[in-house]
């Protein structure tokens, strides 16, 4: 198996996609950047590998009751002023992209965007099992 970096360009088809999570990509607030970068970390992983399986459980349920998931709020994806979007308009305005997929956002989006590129956005498993297929010309989105 092997662990792909975002964004991961690829050519399927004929058609560039632009293949990737969405965590992180575009002009996100610096504190978000920061608890990102802080869960990347390769030294601050294996420090919480070092403490008990009890208190990293712990932190997570606590975490978790916070989530607006669990709060059942939902996510309403802001279009022009999504990072997302943001980071989807300026790759494409330098590369060549047909089609941008990505995850992380909890709402099933598809738009066109100024480059004539189709943004889309899986929906999260926690509600749906949604998909994308791509027949050889056309992209289905299913959910």
Partial sequence: MKRLEQPFLVEIGGKRFCLGHGDGLGPVPSGYRFLRGLFHNRVAQFLCSMLHPWSAFRFGNGWSRNNRLTHDVKYEFGGENEPLYKFAVDFAAE????????????????????????????????????????????????S
């Fill in 95 to 142: 590369n060549d992209v047909d089609y941008f997929i990505f995850g992380h956002y909890h709402c099933g989006i598809n738009m066109t965007l100024p480059s004539g590129a189709r943004l889309l956005i899986l929906k999260d498993w926690i509600h749906s099992s949604p998909y994308i297929c791509f027949d050889g010309e056309n992209i289905h989105r299913e």
